[in-house]
């Protein structure tokens, strides 16, 4: 059996003494390909300051496409006295509060994670706030940060078209405020490789 590359080169694939097929291969992950098209995605709040438990982030998928939250980061500016280590819980399909369903306000980042590309995430994005409610959805993740640091956590979430994530902290203050920002490092699924 002769292999040709298909190209009518006549290049053909080796075959060993010991039936062994010879190929070179390039292999990328599924997220760099979809970065590579323009749908790869990094979402941030920019600084938000906290004084009592809130919203931080809001996504809710309108893409056609599955949205892929491979990782989430979460970093924290110490300016308070905690009683505790602060706790971040991302949520799913949340139902109401006002992240994402009366307060919206825009994140301070959004943008393509190829810089060649002018595809725009079809998604609606909000920055939360301290106080800020998200109600009715489900808890999936709960992560402790200490302040004065960066929360960086691989989740691999799927969030189809008409569900959404939200991730909220309770910064655990006894006085002062917390400065920070989540940001949400996301791609679009190619529905041919599911």
Same mark, same amino acid.
């Given at each position: 059996?002769?292999?040709?590359?298909?190209?009518?080169?006549?290049?053909?694939?080796?075959?060993?003494?010991?039936?062994?097929?010879?190929?070179?291969?390039?292999?990328?992950?599924?997220?760099?390909?979809?970065?590579?098209?323009?749908?790869?995605?990094?979402?941030?709040?920019?600084?938000?300051a906290y004084t009592a438990a809130g919203t931080m982030?809001?996504?809710?998928?309108?893409?056609?496409?599955?949205?892929?939250?491979?990782?989430?980061?979460?970093?924290?500016?110490?300016?308070?006295?905690?009683?505790?280590?602060?706790r971040i819980t991302v949520e799913r399909n949340t139902?109401?509060?006002?992240?994402?369903?009366?307060?919206?306000?825009?994140?301070?980042?959004?943008?393509?994670?190829?810089?060649?590309?002018?595809?725009?995430?079809?998604?609606?994005?909000?920055?939360?706030? #301290?106080? @800020? *409610?998200? !109600?009715?959805?489900?808890? $999936?993740?709960?992560?402790?940060?200490? =302040?004065?640091?960066?929360l960086f956590a691989t989740i691999n979430l799927i969030?189809?078209?008409?569900?959404?994530?939200?991730?909220?902290?309770?910064?655990?203050? #006894?006085? @002062? *405020?917390? !400065?920070?920002?989540?940001? $949400?490092?996301?791609?679009?699924?190619? =529905?041919?490789?599911?």
């Amino acid at each position: 059996m002769i292999f040709e590359d298909g190209k009518g080169t006549g290049n053909k694939a080796r075959v060993d003494a010991n039936n062994r097929l010879h190929v070179q291969s390039n292999q990328e992950t599924e997220e760099l390909q979809a970065i590579v098209e323009g749908d790869g995605y990094n979402i941030n709040t920019g600084e938000l300051a906290y004084t009592a438990a809130g919203t931080m982030l809001f996504i809710s998928n309108n893409e056609d496409k599955d949205l892929v939250v491979s990782s989430i980061a979460v970093g924290l500016n110490n300016l308070g006295t905690h009683s505790d280590i602060p706790r971040i819980t991302v949520e799913r399909n949340t139902t109401g509060g006002d992240l994402g369903f009366s307060d919206n306000t825009a994140v301070a980042m959004n943008a393509n994670r190829n810089f060649g590309s002018a595809k725009t995430l079809t998604a609606d994005v909000y920055a939360g706030k #301290s106080g @800020g *409610t998200s !109600t009715g959805g489900t808890d $999936a993740m709960l992560f402790f940060q200490g =302040p004065n640091g960066r929360l960086f956590a691989t989740i691999n979430l799927i969030v189809p078209k008409g569900q959404n994530i939200a991730i909220t902290i309770d910064p655990k203050l #006894s006085s @002062g *405020t917390l !400065t920070a920002y989540a940001a $949400a490092i996301c791609y679009l699924k190619d =529905p041919e490789n599911q």
